[in-house]
């Protein structure tokens, strides 16, 4: 049974750090790509970050480029650092893998249950 396990949430000020680590099992995962992302209250899930099978080409959203960095920590793990945060950073971020390293959240095969990031003012 293939699970997908985020750890690493929890409750930061803001310009504050979280480093957010996504452990899949039940499963090869080797050629699957691996991403994050979250979803707020009251809005829908939005797309986060990606990286390819391999750890050499990642994506980011514009909202988070340069402030989150998504790495593969071997082949079925995978972390976001996340820094300087922000209140709207907020939301429960899911761990998701599929073939096609790409934006849609429909694209994806596996997901995890979510850890929640809570990012005060």
Do not use: H
Request: aromatic share 10%; glycine share 14%.
């Amino acid at each position: 049974q293939v699970q997908l396990v985020e750890s690493g949430g929890g409750l930061v000020q803001a310009g504050g750090s979280l480093r957010l680590s996504c452990a899949a099992s039940g499963g090869t995962f080797s050629k699957y790509a691996m991403g994050w992302f979250r979803q707020a209250p009251g809005k829908e899930r939005e797309f986060v970050a990606v990286t390819n099978w391999s750890g050499g080409s990642t994506y980011r959203a514009d909202s988070v480029n340069a402030r989150f960095t998504i790495s593969r920590d071997g082949a079925s793990a995978v972390v976001l650092q996340m820094n300087s945060l922000k209140p709207e950073d907020t939301g429960v971020y899911y761990c998701a893998a599929g073939r096609n390293g790409v934006r849609d959240p429909l694209e994806y095969d596996y997901w995890g249950q979510g850890t929640q990031v809570t990012v005060s003012s």
